[in-house]
């Protein structure tokens, strides 16, 4: 499985952003696909996930009501809508994928950063 992330950029706090993930290959054992950011000096951290077939999300405390992950079957492609983004959202964003309950397939990352 390939992933090929795309989207991000700069904003302001309070703006807003989308970064999209692309999937390509055997995706068939597939069972989900997330999103998670590693800021500068930190470990890289879960932010979002849905489950390829029946849609449901999940979310990291940090970012409930502000982030919303969603997939489209027919472009093999996941989205992460962020809103009212603040300067911690500041983050290389990775897409993942999940097959035999673990993250096995990564993206290649990109820059979210939101300045103050």
């Known amino acids: 499985v390939q992933l090929q992330a795309s989207g991000g950029g700069w904003v302001q706090a309070g703006g807003s952003l989308r970064v999209s993930c692309a999937a390509s290959g055997r995706t068939l054992n597939r069972s989900a696909m997330g999103w998670f950011r590693q800021a500068p000096g930190k470990e890289r951290e879960f932010v979002a996930a849905?489950?390829?077939?029946?849609?449901?999300?999940y979310y990291a405390d940090s970012v409930k009501g502000r982030f919303t992950i969603f997939r489209d079957k027919t472009k093999n492609t996941v989205y992460l809508q962020m809103n009212s983004l603040k300067p911690e959202d500041t983050a290389v964003y990775y897409c993942?994928?999940?097959?035999?309950?673990?993250?096995?397939?990564w993206g290649q990352g990109t820059q979210v950063t939101v300045s103050s």
């Open positions: 849905v489950r390829w077939s029946g849609g449901s999300t």
């Open positions: 993942a994928a999940r097959a035999n309950y673990q993250w096995v397939y």
